[in-house]
């Protein structure tokens, strides 16, 4: 019904930037808040940052004043841009969104497949 791809995974060096994207598509009748987790090795899965359908934004404070998190509402996106990154930030990033599928039905979350980010020298 509804489908997530991210993009924009990759290796980095500590220091840089990457900038992940994941869009949101299939029966969409309304998407509330859209967000990022990741999980690294060994670990749970963390929540990174969310936004609301308003733009209201929240971030781990792990990851505040490097990470930027935005959405495009007519595009159903959502981005990360993740500066400064060190290799703690290394994991898999998931996305997600908050979706009714139709008038009427309650709203439920979907995710996307995972993006890997590598933060080493």
């Known amino acids: 019904q509804v489908q997530l791809v991210e993009s924009g995974g990759g290796l980095v060096q500590p220091g840089g930037s990457l900038r992940l994207s994941c869009a949101a598509s299939g029966t969409i009748f309304s998407i509330a808040s859209m967000g990022w987790y990741r999980q690294a090795p060994g670990k749970q899965r963390e929540l990174v940052a969310t936004i609301s359908s308003t733009g209201s934004t929240n971030y781990a404070d792990s990851v505040k004043g490097r990470f930027t998190i935005s959405r495009d509402n007519a595009e159903n996106t959502v981005y990360l841009q993740m500066n400064s990154l060190k290799p703690e930030d290394t994991a898999v990033y998931y996305c997600?969104?908050?979706?009714?599928?139709?008038?009427?039905?309650?709203?439920?979350?979907?995710w996307g497949q995972g993006t890997q980010v590598t933060v080493s020298s």
């Open positions: 997600y969104a908050n979706v009714r599928t139709l008038r009427g039905f309650p709203h439920r979350d979907y």
